[in-house]
């Protein structure tokens, strides 16, 4: 048995709530990372910060895509994904490079 019973409606108010909480959220840690990089005009920083843009891009492009475009919803989060692995790679790369 279900211990979260909910409706669809009620599913994707609650998925709408969460990304858009998640947009925000990611924006403010984007920002600060580039604030940081603008004030030190460190390479790593400037990494960590594109990094963290597309982490953010890609945990809200899916729903958009399918929302406002139409596109398919496995092609929407196939591009998520892309979009937030590129963005997990380009944050490891800010932490290796000196």
Do not use: H, W
């Amino acid at each position: 048995m279900n211990p979260f019973p909910a409706s669809p409606t009620e599913t994707m108010l609650a998925l709408a709530v969460v990304k858009t909480l998640v947009l925000i959220v990611g924006s403010v840690i984007t920002y600060f990372a580039f604030k940081a990089y603008r004030r030190t005009r460190q390479p790593a920083l400037g990494y960590l910060t594109a990094g963290f843009g597309l982490v953010t891009l890609g945990l809200v492009l899916a729903g958009m895509l399918y929302e406002l475009l139409g596109v398919d919803l496995a092609t929407g989060i196939l591009l998520e994904s892309c979009l937030v692995l590129l963005g997990f790679l380009v944050i490891a790369y800010s932490l290796y490079v000196q």
